[in-house]
């Protein structure tokens, strides 16, 4: 991105995708202001993917490292996967944010700050020792110093506002900045903001003055001789939106539910970072959905299992620490044989651990984790929009083998964003419910489809149809309980069969690739756009290098052997110490299956993971 003057006149210069990322004090705006730089970009026809980046505190102290809050985002006219390793652009509204953002900048691109926050106080808070606009610091940067706050302060005079509002408008200066540095529509934004301060005129017109006045101040300094234009993306005709992974989790469960013509009831307990679900169902009760915010884990996942049970689409959501927590009733639901779906938004722990980080460290809960024999289906969701698709197909599996389904997400994949094209309830893949059916005038709640093993969804109260429910263990047939130890094998063996033959009914793995590489690298859930990022730039190098991408977990899908075994090298990458990995060695012994790893809160990036490839790929 090299800056040009063409007889001393701003040229346009066109690009195939650029990064952005915004970052300054929990109260400066970024989410926001990165939020809806996006929302214009898709509506420009840009692909892009997102990664907001919060804080861990609460109420860290303003300036300090601990309380910058960032927001990426790559857009591009080519199929974009990631929100890209480095920012081609960053704005920095403090020295705090420079300080904790400025890894994340490519060197030779442009660092747009605050400089008007640049004073000896906040240097000092940030953790700089000297001032880094003066001391070499940023010498590899092409730095805009622009007097943001003063600028916004002078803009918005004359308007009945106090300092407070005045300052909380500085984030629609800097995006109004990027609008004309990247060649931008306002009028999106303008929109949003009278939307938003409707009830309050002068904050509406205040945020649009900033938004103006950063546009025609970034059009007129030279520190910006050149403006980029990255054109509209070639994709499939439709209608889009913007979506997150939270909201198309949450979209994905209200559609399977009106497939089924049943109710949606979702049973929670706020927990970062799945409370959004919560907030996005709650808004759809015209829809026949039912949510309730429990008092604390335990009742959110009985609540839903009482829905399961009464013939309704029983969910609910939750973290790793909830997801602990809920253990014992999930055992119950295997044991009850009722469909219920347990969406997991994982972040980094144990414990409290890092709430607004991601991570991929809970596979070992949600394939072992609950006392006993109690095998339940776990998939994994790989990209903010076909969020939806998997908390779909999380009913579907549920509701057809009558059994709990894990669904894993991920802090990324949650507040991640992209375009998603709206499907037709009529193209979405048809929910059969098990009815049930009498033998002789007789019902057995315990009979069961010859196929696929599971027992019928008998609603309480049918006359007919009475029986018993719980967690002691059930005689074969008739449901009642039973104490025998040949049946208590028998029903164990029942259930883990059951599980294992949802193989049947899941897509078999596809290899991305020519099929006989040296190296095949393998992913699951929120890793698929860096890994197939890697890839396939190092498959344009002619390396010898595969892909596969695992969203079935357990079981897995029925090709997995024979695909491994045509490699010298597995190499599973995720975020945690490898317990997929470890997985698959139990499952495949002998097989070469060796692990990549990161722990850090953070994503992987493309060209971490290409040096990695690389290496394997010359031993």
Same mark, same amino acid.
């Given at each position: 991105?090299?800056?040009?003057?063409?007889?001393?006149?701003?040229?346009?210069?066109?690009?195939?995708?650029?990064?952005?990322?915004?970052?300054?004090?929990?109260?400066?705006?970024?989410?926001?202001?990165?939020?809806?730089?996006?929302?214009?970009?898709?509506?420009?026809?840009?692909?892009?993917?997102?990664?907001?980046?919060?804080?861990?505190?609460?109420?860290?102290?303003?300036?300090?490292?601990?309380?910058?809050?960032?927001?990426?985002?790559?857009?591009?006219?080519?199929?974009?996967?990631?929100?890209?390793?480095? @920012?081609?652009?960053?704005?920095?509204?403090?020295?705090?944010?420079?300080?904790?953002?400025?890894?994340?900048?490519?060197?030779?691109?442009?660092?747009?700050?605050?400089?008007?926050?640049?004073?000896?106080?906040?240097?000092?808070?940030?953790?700089?020792?000297?001032?880094?606009?003066?001391?070499?610091?940023?010498?590899?940067y092409n730095v805009v110093e622009a007097p943001i706050s003063s600028l916004t302060k002078a803009a918005l005079e004359g308007l009945q506002l106090d300092n407070k509002s005045i300052m909380r408008s500085k984030?629609?200066?800097?995006?109004?900045?990027?609008?004309?540095?990247?060649?931008?529509?306002?009028?999106?934004?303008?929109?949003?903001?009278?939307?938003?301060?409707?009830?309050?005129?002068?904050?509406?017109?205040?945020?649009?003055?900033?938004?103006? @006045?950063?546009?025609?101040? @970034?059009?007129?300094?030279?520190?910006?001789?050149?403006?980029?234009?990255?054109?509209?993306?070639?994709?499939?005709?439709?209608?889009?939106?913007?979506?997150?992974?939270?909201?198309?989790?949450?979209?994905?469960?209200? @559609?399977?539910?009106?497939?089924?013509?049943?109710?949606?009831?979702?049973?929670?307990?706020?927990?970062?970072?799945?409370?959004?679900?919560?907030?996005?169902?709650?808004?759809?009760?015209?829809?026949?959905?039912?949510?309730?915010?429990?008092?604390?884990?335990?009742?959110?996942?009985?609540?839903?299992?009482?829905a399961s049970y009464a013939g309704q689409v029983g969910v609910t959501t939750s973290s790793g620490p909830g997801i602990a927590l809920k253990g014992e009733a999930i055992g119950l639901a295997v044991m009850a044989?009722?469909?219920?779906?347990?969406?997991?938004?994982?972040?980094?722990?144990?414990?409290?651990?890092?709430?607004?980080?991601?991570?991929?460290?809970?596979?070992?809960?949600?394939?072992?984790?609950?006392?006993?024999?109690?095998?339940?289906?776990?998939?994994?969701?790989?990209?903010?929009?076909?969020?939806?698709?998997?908390?779909?197909?999380?009913?579907?599996?549920?509701?057809?083998?009558?059994?709990?389904?894990?669904?894993?997400?991920?802090?990324?994949?949650?507040?991640?964003?992209?375009?998603?094209?709206?499907?037709?309830?009529?193209?979405?893949?048809?929910?059969?419910?098990?009815?049930?059916?009498?033998?002789?005038?007789?019902?057995?709640?315990?009979?069961?489809?010859?196929?696929?093993?599971?027992?019928?969804?008998?609603?309480?109260?049918?006359?007919?149809?009475?029986?018993?429910?719980?967690?002691?263990?059930?005689?074969?047939?008739?449901? %009642?309980?039973?104490?025998?130890?040949?049946?208590?094998?028998?029903?164990?063996?029942?259930?883990?069969?059951?599980?294992?033959?949802?193989?049947?009914?899941?897509?078999?793995?596809?290899?991305?690739?020519?099929?006989?590489?040296?190296?095949? $690298?393998?992913?699951?859930?929120?890793?698929?756009?860096?890994?197939?990022?890697?890839?396939?730039?190092?498959?344009?190098?002619?390396?010898?290098?595969?892909?596969?991408?695992? %969203?079935?977990?357990?079981?897995?899908?029925?090709?997995?052997?024979?695909?491994?075994?045509?490699?010298?090298?597995?190499?599973?990458?995720?975020?945690?110490?490898?317990?997929?990995?470890?997985?698959?060695?139990?499952?495949?012994?002998?097989?070469?299956?060796?692990?990549?790893?990161?722990?850090?809160?953070?994503?992987?990036? $493309?060209?971490?993971?290409?040096?990695?490839?690389?290496?394997?790929?010359?031993?």
């Amino acid at each position: 991105m090299d800056d040009t003057l063409v007889n001393g006149t701003k040229t346009t210069k066109e690009l195939e995708k650029v990064v952005i990322r915004f970052a300054g004090d929990s109260g400066d705006g970024m989410q926001l202001t990165g939020s809806q730089f996006s929302f214009t970009s898709a509506l420009w026809g840009n692909d892009l993917a997102t990664f907001p980046d919060f804080p861990a505190e609460i109420r860290a102290p303003q300036g300090t490292v601990e309380g910058v809050s960032g927001f990426q985002v790559q857009i591009g006219k080519i199929d974009i996967y990631t929100p890209g390793d480095q @920012a081609d652009v960053l704005v920095a509204m403090n020295p705090a944010a420079l300080k904790s953002n400025l890894q994340f900048a490519r060197k030779g691109g442009n660092i747009i700050i605050d400089m008007d926050a640049f004073v000896e106080r906040n240097i000092e808070k940030a953790g700089f020792k000297t001032n880094p606009l003066e001391d070499g610091t940023l010498n590899d940067y092409n730095v805009v110093e622009a007097p943001i706050s003063s600028l916004t302060k002078a803009a918005l005079e004359g308007l009945q506002l106090d300092n407070k509002s005045i300052m909380r408008s500085k984030n629609m200066f800097a995006l109004g900045m990027m609008y004309w540095l990247f060649d931008r529509s306002l009028k999106e934004t303008e929109k949003y903001i009278e939307d938003k301060f409707r009830k309050t005129p002068a904050l509406a017109e205040g945020n649009k003055r900033a938004l103006n @006045a950063g546009y025609h101040y @970034a059009e007129t300094i030279e520190a910006l001789p050149a403006r980029y234009k990255v054109p509209p993306a070639a994709i499939e005709k439709g209608v889009y939106r913007h979506i997150s992974g939270n909201t198309a989790t949450a979209w994905g469960l209200i @559609a399977a539910a009106e497939k089924l013509g049943k109710q949606l009831f979702l049973g929670s307990y706020p927990i970062t970072p799945a409370s959004d679900i919560l907030h996005e169902l709650s808004r759809h009760k015209n829809l026949g959905v039912i949510t309730m915010q429990a008092e604390d884990e335990i009742a959110a996942v009985c609540s839903a299992i009482g829905a399961s049970y009464a013939g309704q689409v029983g969910v609910t959501t939750s973290s790793g620490p909830g997801i602990a927590l809920k253990g014992e009733a999930i055992g119950l639901a295997v044991m009850a044989e009722v469909p219920l779906v347990v969406v997991d938004v994982q972040r980094g722990g144990p414990s409290t651990g890092l709430p607004t980080k991601t991570e991929q460290a809970d596979i070992n809960i949600a394939v072992y984790g609950r006392n006993s024999e109690s095998p339940a289906v776990v998939i994994a969701a790989s990209t903010p929009s076909n969020c939806f698709e998997f908390a779909y197909q999380a009913v579907k599996l549920a509701v057809e083998h009558m059994t709990p389904v894990i669904l894993l997400t991920d802090g990324y994949l949650a507040n991640g964003s992209e375009p998603w094209k709206y499907p037709k309830l009529a193209d979405l893949p048809p929910i059969k419910v098990n009815e049930p059916q009498k033998t002789n005038g007789t019902y057995y709640p315990y009979a069961r489809d010859p196929e696929t093993l599971a027992r019928a969804w008998a609603l309480p109260g049918t006359t007919g149809l009475e029986h018993r429910i719980g967690g002691l263990e059930k005689q074969d047939i008739t449901g %009642n309980v039973s104490y025998d130890p040949q049946n208590h094998e028998k029903m164990v063996r029942t259930r883990a069969e059951k599980v294992s033959r949802v193989a049947n009914y899941i897509p078999e793995l596809e290899v991305i690739g020519k099929g006989d590489g040296k190296l095949l $690298v393998v992913g699951w859930g929120g890793t698929y756009g860096g890994l197939l990022t890697s890839v396939k730039e190092l498959q344009l190098a002619n390396k010898k290098i595969d892909f596969v991408h695992f %969203n079935y977990i357990n079981p897995l899908p029925k090709n997995t052997r024979q695909i491994f075994e045509k490699y010298d090298k597995i190499l599973v990458c995720e975020l945690n110490m490898g317990q997929f990995a470890s997985l698959l060695r139990s499952r495949f012994p002998g097989l070469n299956i060796l692990s990549y790893n990161k722990i850090q809160g953070q994503p992987f990036l $493309v060209t971490e993971l290409k040096e990695v490839f690389i290496n394997h790929l010359k031993d």
